[in-house]
Structures are given as structure tokens and as C-alpha cells.
């Protein structure tokens, strides 16, 4: 879509503002006659640079958190803001332009594809983007992003030459490589055994530091404190939040990190 008018490119080069705002968002799920409040009232702020875990008990609404940041679901109320465009008033086209334009997505299966190399795995979604990026602009991207997750002298292999750590890096290169304004990481370790683990944790605090604005969904405390903010789910609502400069804060029912 190159439409010039478009609100979603209007903001999309402010990088000073709130990237992400949810307001009073709820998630009501109707399976048969059951209805299961998935998220309550969730109000949550992400800065550029931010590094902000997600963490709670199995069923406590944190993947439905992460899909409804992604845009891959829609909240049943509430308002949801990517730098400061309302994604509930847009069609299904503008919110997914939305989301190649902003989010990039780290899943805890890799999901690599196998009979590509790992060049063409990074490259692949930036192929659907050919009418902004030349070739050689994807391949500069797509080698930057590589080295960024120091995996770009094994370019030519394929996912089943790797480890489950390297792959995982792999998959950290390409949502990086489409430049996203946030990665959203769902258990990235959680397939990994912890020597591995501990090397894609590093990969992620290094792009912080370096600038790279992360929401991530662990279960491992030790990796929920290498954020800067942390948030903790229980029934679907914030029951703690807390800053790496601040005390823990204690909230009965939510809160603004
Ligand atoms: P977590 O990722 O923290 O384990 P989820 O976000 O997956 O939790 O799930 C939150 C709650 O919503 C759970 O009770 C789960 O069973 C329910 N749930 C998740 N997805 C659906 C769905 N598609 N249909 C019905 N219920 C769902
Ligand atoms: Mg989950």
C-alpha cells in the first residue's frame, strides 16, 4: 500500500512517542455457553528502549496479551494505540500494515522454515515488502540483522545445521530485519536447555542496550530481571508492576507501568 494519505504512515516516523498504549483493554473469550475473561482491565505504556517482561502462571493471559499487541487478535474493550494511531478503528489491511510496519514477533518455536537457508529465512518477509526494498536493500538488512544476532557466517546452512539456540537467534534476525519498532517475544528459552537459553537472553540484552524496544512473556524469573520493567499477571489482570529504578509496586487491581 503506498497511500500517501494513509493515518498509520502520518505518525509512523515520530519515534518520540508512547509506542505502544493500552487503555482499560479486556479480553472476554465465549467457548459453547462458557465465558472466560482471558484479561481485565489491563492499562500498560511501552517508551522507546523500553525492556518489559511479561510473567505469570500458565492461563493467566499472557499470550493473549502478546496477540493482542501483535494485532493478531482484537480486544472486546478497551482502546489500543500503536504510536498514537487507534488500531480498533482500522480494516483488517490497515492493521495488518500496521503490524509489518511496527512489530516484529519471536515465538518460542522458531518456526523456521527447513528447506530454506537461514540467508532466505531472514529474507523471507521482507520478499512481500518488494515494492519498497530492492534486492540489495534486503540483503543489506537482511546480513545487518544477522550480525546483530552473531549468526551471519552461517548464512548458507539450513535450520537442521543449527541449534535450538542458534535458531532461535535466527528468528530474533528476522524480526529484526524488518525493522520493527517493537519485538514481542512469547517464552523465547522456553524450548531451549539453559546453556542456550542463556545465549538468546543475551542476544536480547545486548539489542536493548543497543536500542531495541522488547515486550517479553517468560516464565523464568532469573530472564523476567534482566527487564527493566517488569509486569506480573494473575486472572487476567496486573497484580504487580515494577521498575528496574523503582521498588516493587503492589496493585490490587492494575497498573500503569
Ligand atoms: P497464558 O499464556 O498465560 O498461559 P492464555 O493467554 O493462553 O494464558 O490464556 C488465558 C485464558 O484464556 C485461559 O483460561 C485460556 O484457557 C483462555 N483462552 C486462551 N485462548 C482461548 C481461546 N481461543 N478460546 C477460549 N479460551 C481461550
Ligand atoms: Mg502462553
Redesign the pocket.
Known sequence: MNNTTSPIKAVASNKQKTIIALKNIS?T???SNIE?K??ADINLDIMPGDYLSIS????????????LLGLLDSPSSGEYLIENVDTLNLTMDQQAELRNLHIGFVFQSFNLIDELSIFDNVALPLTYREETLTKSEIEQRVIQALTQVEMEHRKNHKPNQLSGGQQQRVAIARALAGQPSILLV?EPTGNLDSKNGDAVMDILNNLNKQGTTICM?THDVRYAGHATKQIH?LD?KIIESSNAQDNVTNLSQQAVV
Open positions: 479480553k473469550y465465549h467457548s472466560i482471558a484479561l505469570g502462571p500458565s492461563g493467566c493471559g499472557k499470550s493473549t496479551l502478546l496477540s512469547d512473556v499477571l487476567g
